[in-house]
């Protein structure tokens, strides 16, 4: 039996982290969750799995949900910082299952990871805003960082049984997000809701919208330049429109191995937690290459996607650069979808930030957390009149 903590359990990889674990009751248990502000989907997690230890964003839910379970004996509630904490170190978890969406998830992650948990990672902004550090203390404790974001699942699939000398390059896939068939021109004056419309995935609103602005390749290019321990020059990116394929590694003899199959977060998440083991996914749809009949790749176009080029630039600059890319990112996405700042402003706003900082070599935790929310306030002072 693995015991899961589970963080942004009511998210879109939360909710399907809770679909994994429910297949297979006999092989999972969640035993700690923390949620934002959907506190619905947090009293039927409660009824169902019988967590115990629940986090809420605020102290209203968690003091609302106190109340409502007042004799439940192995039931606590804890809220904000200090609660999100608690459930990613939750003594009788031996698994982090981190779906927490941006870099709030980075201090509970560093502390689960001295707390000896290994960590299924679908937070991607944890390693784009302190990958350094997050390595370095998974190396120190012996920890393993298992990925679920889908491509780096695909790359980390395609390195078992491999050397990662032999490796000669990452090749990440990329379906080109809910605008892949418009020109530059044709983005002006896009909607949040057309945005929000990914023709392969259904995912949650952010990374739905840096999926179309290709901000989400750039942050998984630095995702896997932490995972994997490979330069910028040795990853690659390639649009892929079908999503079928999940990314590659070539190595040097010219072999490229693929991980395939249909797009379902279902399949990394799972694997993520039965590693390196496999468990059968009941009742999902398998691929059928026949049924596809075509799969179109192209090269990506790095003039269509600025942010794309930003991720690159800031990635090869390391230090504080990635923190700053990824809170405008965060901040400007915000502003986007509370309709203070048209769909091609993001890209602007992200830019001004990043020509503004003056990176820092190896910052520590304190440095990375100021710049962070410097950075943030930067975006802010420019959207607030808006
Ligand atoms: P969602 O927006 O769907 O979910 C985010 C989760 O985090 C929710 O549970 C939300 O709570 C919670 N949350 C948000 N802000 C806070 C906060 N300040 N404090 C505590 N909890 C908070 O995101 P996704 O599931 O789409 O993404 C999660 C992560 O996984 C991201 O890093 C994303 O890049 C990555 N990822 C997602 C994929 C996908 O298919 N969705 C694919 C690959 C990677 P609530 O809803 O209760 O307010
Ligand atoms: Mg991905």
Redesign the pocket.
Known sequence: MKYISL??????????TADVVRAHPDQFKIVAL??????D??RMYIKEFEPELV???TKEDYELLKSEYPNRKNLEFMYGDEG?TAVAVYDQATVLVN????S??LYPTLQAIKAGKDIAI?????LVTAGHLVIDEAKKAGVSLLP???EHSAIFQALQGEKEKNIERLVITASGGSFRDRTREELQGVTVEEALNHPN????????I?SASMM?KG?EVIEAHWLFDLPYEKIDVVLHRESIIHSMVEFHDSSVMAQLGTPD?RVPIQYALTYPDRLPLVGRKRLNLAEAGKLHFSEMDFTRYPCLQFAYKAGKMGGTMTTVLNAANEAAVAAFLSGKVSFLEIENLIERALNKHTVIASPDLETIQEVDIMTRKFIESIVKDR
């Open positions: 963080l942004g359990a009511t998210g879109s990889i939360g909710k399907q923390s949620a934002g502000k959907n506190i989907l947090v986090s809420v964003q999100i779906a927490v969406i941006g709030v998830g679908a937070n991607k902004e944890t679920v974001d889908s995935w259904s995912m949650g609103a952010k990374i739905t840096d989400n942050l977060m």
